[in-house]
């Protein structure tokens, strides 16, 4: 993370669902012209867009931002664009980690050489990725810093996930979690929570050591909750669920950036947060998992379960300083208006329940929920 007198960076990942405004259901065999008019009318200084593993999914990525401000110009610019292409073509996109009610199985994965392989190599695992979620890249120029805050931020992961849940229902049921897009990436090899190393050195050594193997083609097949990416100089956080309202996700990442610029004041104040095992991240990650915002997590420095809304407080408090040099105070800040207002998971389900405590049958009340997600998915993107 850069200091106060270094360039701050930051770009902003989304993936998102296409499907038929009449049915509900995803689109599994989008014509190809729906990726080449978003293409045609996306600005390359804004961003970019692609195809993802399955073909009922779109990716956008913004172009390397100097300010969060400049990120939310961006990923509207890229969200409006995607969603009115989409619409040009008869149908709605959604921003939700997973799909109410539709089948994996029914999907078709992308026809490219980096998808071919990973469909062969990783079978029903690769076939199940019916998922969606959010990355955010902060830009740490020296590889040390990299791998010194890859190893401190997962602390805060489990907090981050909790306010982006946007993933209760697989293949129409009430899975009872909050993010059960963690659960289907989980599957996967080399997910999860990082390694910690003492160098950038050993981490290049342990990279290595698979591409000489030939267990993986390069670094972009170890898909960790946070990485140092391999091509840009950044560390991207992946563990988020996308949010289905753009404001929500432009406070993560503004959370993000802050976690790291904390973390990298106290190192040069000779400081540093201490590293817990990933044993102990692993029961907090798994509570954000099952129970969002809900259930607390623990604090390992008291040794107990708090609140979640107590430890947000602690973390805007550690930020502040961060947060007035980034800009992106009032960012930060909204993320008490998400625990009042509830994730989109929280949405979700009281959508769901109250469709069915009204007599409306399963089909029906996950519609209703689809219904909700596309409408949600273009507030705040009218214009910028």
């Known amino acids: 993370m850069p200091s106060s007198t270094e360039k701050f960076t930051v770009g902003i990942e989304e993936e998102y669902l296409l499907i038929d405004p009449e049915t509900r259901d995803l689109i599994s065999e989008p014509s190809d012209a729906v990726l080449q008019d978003c293409e045609a009318a996306i600005d390359a200084s804004v961003g970019g867009v692609r195809p993802e593993f ?62 071919n392989v990973l469909a062969q190599d990783m079978q029903t695992l690769a076939r199940r990725l019916l998922i969606c979620g959010m990355h955010v890249h902060v830009g740490v120029e020296d590889p040390e810093d990299r791998i010194d805050l ?33 659960s289907v990436f ?58 289905t309202r753009l404001e929500d996700g432009l406070t993560i990442a503004a959370l993000y950036a802050c976690l790291l610029s904390m973390l990298s004041r106290l190192r040069r104040d000779n400081q540093r947060w201490r590293v817990y095992s990933n044993m102990l991240v692993h029961e907090n990650r798994w509570l954000t998992q099952r129970y969002g915002i809900d259930g607390g997590l623990v604090d390992f420095g008291k040794g107990e379960r708090v609140p979640y809304a107590d430890l947000l407080e602690e973390i805007i408090t550690l930020v502040r300083e961060d947060a007035q040099r980034l800009d992106c105070v009032a960012e930060v800040e909204r993320a008490r208006q998400i625990i009042a207002d509830g994730t989109s998971a929280h949405h979700q389900v009281a959508i769901y329940e109250k469709a069915t405590g009204e007599g409306a049958d399963a089909r029906e009340a996950l519609a209703a929920v689809v219904d909700w997600l596309a409408e949600e998915s273009l507030q705040g993107i009218a214009g910028d």
């Open 186 to 243: 989980d599957e996967m090899p080399r997910t999860g929570l990082p390694e910690k190393f003492d160098s950038y050195g050993e981490y290049e050594r342990h990279v290595k050591m698979l591409v000489d193997a030939e267990l993986i083609e390069d670094s972009s097949k170890i898909w960790w909750d946070v990485r140092p990416h391999g091509i840009f100089p950044t560390l991207e956080m992946r563990i988020a669920d996308i949010c």
């Open 150 to 182: 890859l190893n401190q931020i997962p602390y805060f992961l489990p907090h981050i996930l909790a306010l982006t849940t946007s993933s209760s229902f697989w293949q129409g049921q009430n899975t009872g979690l909050k993010s059960y897009r963690v």
């Open 54 to 115: 399955l073909r009922a999914q779109v990716e956008v990525g913004t172009e390397v931002c100097t300010s969060i401000a400049e990120a939310r110009h961006h990923l509207t610019t890229l969200r409006r664009t995607v969603a009115e292409v989409a619409e040009n073509h008869g149908m709605k996109i959604i921003a939700a980690s997973t799909h109410p009610f539709a089948n994996w199985s029914s999907q078709r994965h992308t026809d490219k050489d980096r998808y």
